[in-house]
């Protein structure tokens, strides 16, 4: 059964930094792309970043774009998004998501985790 | 950029009813085109990918068809859990970008 598990959300000072994981199990997770996508309370879905499944290539929303880092470490079996200089618009639910096979098309999410951005 | 639009941004049903949403992008998607759906609290569920194609475990009462840059969810006769936002999601090129959404909820 495949399982994403985040982790790391929480309340945080605009311009701070935060790093979210993303525990994967229950398939080859060395063989797909993931993404990260958020979701701001009570508003609709926005794809932040992708990673292919080596890791070699990495893909941005313009509105995180220069603040936010996608990686993986296969070995671990994890994702992990890495966001600095972060502003209170990027406060909402972030999803882990896992790709079809060959295609970019999410087929498996985690139940997500809260990042606030507030003073 | 491709701009996804959703219609109508609410469908008001009853259990039993056809449920008919549209997704119209602003270029040519082929057919990289799929919808989620989702209940509050609860993360997204894929019902269809590549414009027409059912993912697993999804009822057959969830269709999918259309290409190019106009899409429909056809839900032929609405049960109780279908009652939530549905949502649609292209591929075609970066950056992927979502529709605002269709709530479906009860007449």
């Known amino acids: 059964e495949v399982q994403l598990l985040e982790s790391g959300g929480t309340l945080v000072q605009p311009g701070g930094s935060l790093r979210l994981s993303c525990a994967a199990s229950?398939?080859?997770?060395?063989?797909?792309?993931m993404s990260w996508v958020r979701q701001a309370p009570g508003k609709g879905l926005e794809w932040a970043s992708t990673?292919?499944?080596?890791?070699?290539?990495?893909y941005y929303a313009d509105s995180v774009k220069g603040r936010f880092t996608i990686s993986r470490d296969n070995s671990k079996n994890t994702l992990y998004l890495q966001m600095n200089t972060l502003r209170a618009e990027d406060t909402a639910v972030y999803y882990c998501?896992?790709?079809?096979?060959?295609?970019?098309?999410?087929?498996?999410w985690g139940q997500g985790t809260l990042v606030t951005v507030s003073s | 950029e491709i701009v996804l639009t959703q219609s109508p941004a609410t469908l008001s049903l009853s259990p039993g009813e056809r449920a008919t949403l549209s997704c119209r992008a602003s270029?040519?998607?082929?057919?990289?085109l799929a919808w989620y759906q989702q209940k509050p609290g609860q993360a997204p569920r894929l019902l269809i990918y590549?414009?027409?194609k059912r993912a697993t475990g999804i009822p057959a009462r969830f269709s999918g068809s259309g290409s190019g840059t106009d899409f429909t969810l056809t839900i032929s006769s609405l049960e109780s859990e279908d009652f939530a936002v549905y949502y649609c999601?292209?591929?075609?090129?970066?950056?992927?970008?979502f529709g605002p959404g269709t709530k479906v909820d009860i007449k």
């Open positions: 998501a896992k790709h079809m096979a060959g295609a970019t098309t999410f087929d498996y």
């Open positions: 229950g398939f080859t997770f060395s063989t797909y792309g």
């Open positions: 990673v292919s499944d080596s890791g070699g290539n990495t």
């Open positions: 270029q040519n998607l082929r057919n990289y």
């Open positions: 590549d414009a027409s």
């Open positions: 999601l292209h591929r075609y090129n970066w950056p992927l970008t």
